[in-house]
């Protein structure tokens, strides 16, 4: 429709797949046979399913609250980035944005309704590396939601109905600490996460190559939420 590329080497990529020659998906097929590049094929994508399309350049600046919603595993595993939280939703860029597994894992993770938009898959590479900063990202993000929580006064209740611990765990810092835990887990290739709380304080070690290394943990109001999570 766009006149990016003609019928006859959309029928040649078509009859490829249909062939069994690919398994790909025909817009990967048009890239790969050079008939269009991947802004072409995000484009039309854009107008098909009458979903936005994002220029994913420098002016692409998502905080790290917003990045940390999304763990790195899950951002490279179905090629999406975060790119906006607002009023109960979070805007992803995304390769495929019929993609309904990674629409509901992040739905799931998140606690949020996920607005599409459709990007290059090379330009939401280029952003994960560029967001995703492996230690430095994770131990300062860890380390701020610490701080941001022991600023609070209130303290959590001794006693909590299993109503309100769902409430809590679904609190945008105990989400984001819970992420951060695990995205720290799956970088390290840690076999487990321990939890020790004490009277006033909480520890949290992963073992990593059969040894307990300490990690940021959070406040101990935090503990119940967190664990519930």
Known sequence: KSGKITVN?????????????????????????????????????????????????ENVKPTQE?????????????????????????TVGMKDPLDVEAID?????????????????????ELINKFYRDEEYIESNL????????????????????EQLRILANDVPVVRLVNLLLLQAIRDRASDIHFEPAEHDVTIRIRVDGRLMETTPPPKNMYKAVVTR
């Open 143 to 162: 380390r701020d939601i610490a701080d941001e929580e022991n600023g609070k006064s209130d303290a959590a209740p001794e006693t909590i109905d299993a």
């Open 66 to 90: 917003e990045i940390s919603l999304i763990p790195e595993a899950i951002a490279r595993r179905f090629h999406v980035i975060p790119l906006k939280r607002e009023n109960g939703t979070i």
């Open 105 to 125: 894992t992040i739905r799931s993770l998140t606690k949020l309704e996920v607005a599409r938009a459709v990007g290059t898959d090379e330009k939401i590479l």
């Open 9 to 57: 080497q959309l029928d040649k990529a078509l009859e490829k797949q249909k062939g069994g020659a690919s398994s790909e998906p025909i817009g990967e097929l048009l890239v790969k046979m050079k008939y269009a590049s991947h802004k072409d094929v995000a484009l039309g994508l854009s107008e098909q399913l009458n979903i936005p399309y994002v220029e994913l350049n």
